[in-house]
């Protein structure tokens, strides 16, 4: 289509709420297809191949891809004990077989007409509201970690905090709680901005954006916010001990309707 991708996989993820591991896959836009000025919309499919029967395990996805969310949000496939039942063939001799079935993949310019219907909101929700989560100790938090909900514009967010997403960095997301008000065919356009708290010299570490957030897109954020070794460096004050403090500011600051 155009872009170079990865595929990632996790033999043993695990849901928020328990501790069942699952194989779970998401896909990543490449950093040299990843530019300033452009979105790169897709569908696609998610796909653990069944080797005998062709009875694949099948998860849809459609995501925008830029630089504020290179990668989608995690996708828990099928339980670990289902891979390694013998009747499902999905572990066939030791092999497994993933892929990704593109379906439709547009790039758009961020400056163009398309990028730019948004309807300025003129409520009191234009204004940036700030929500600190206190961790009183990074080393218990689940992966991922989820902070308590709290309300922005009449909806409920999370952050979300992958201690140790690939082994070496962390990963840190915005979430929007799943809500059936949305419309599947609106969209909201925040500006965002993430900070984990320098608890010594207050140079905190920040990432800063604008995302659309819609039904199918209520995921944002950073998959390389920081790396680990700057994060548990206790010169940067970032982990004091086992705490750390995370801080997001959010502002809903324009609405689409999108065909």
């Not at 390694?84 to 077989?97: G, P, W």
């Not at 758009?108 to 398309?114: E, P, Q, Y």
């Not at 206190?134 to 967010?157: H, Q, T």
């Not at 206790?234 to 982990?239: D, E, M, V």
Request: glycine content about 6%; some cysteine; aromatic content about 10%.
């Amino acid at each position: 289509m155009g872009h170079n991708w990865y595929l990632k996989l996790n033999p043993r993820d695990k849901k928020s709420s328990g501790s069942k591991e699952y194989v779970s896959l998401r896909l990543e836009l490449a950093n040299s297809s990843v530019k300033s000025d452009t979105v790169v919309d897709a569908s696609f499919k998610l796909l653990i191949y069944d080797q005998s029967f062709g009875k694949h395990s099948e998860h849809e996805v459609s995501h925008s891809f830029q630089t504020a969310s290179t990668s989608t949000g995690t996708s828990c496939m099928i339980s670990l004990g289902k891979l390694k039942k013998q009747s499902s063939k999905f572990l066939l001799n030791n092999c497994c077989v993933f892929g990704v079935e593109f379906i439709k993949v547009t790039t758009l310019k961020a400056n163009t007409t398309s990028e730019t219907l948004f309807v300025q909101k003129t409520s009191i929700f234009n204004e940036a509201k700030t929500y600190t989560w206190d961790i009183d100790d990074f080393f218990a938090l689940k992966n991922p970690g989820y902070s308590p909900e709290f309300e922005v514009g009449g909806y409920k967010w999370h952050i979300i905090m992958y201690p140790s997403r690939d082994g070496n960095h962390l990963s840190l997301y915005l979430k929007l709680k799943k809500t059936n008000d949305l419309p599947s065919d609106t969209a909201n356009l925040v500006e965002l901005t993430l900070s984990i708290k320098d608890q010594e010299t207050g140079k905190h570490r920040k990432g800063t954006g604008r995302c659309q957030f819609a039904k199918n897109a209520r995921t944002w954020g950073w998959s390389k916010f920081m790396s680990l070794e700057d994060f548990k460096n206790s010169a940067n004050g970032y982990l004091v001990k086992t705490k750390c403090c995370v801080v997001a500011e959010v502002a809903i600051v324009g609405s689409s309707k999108m065909e």
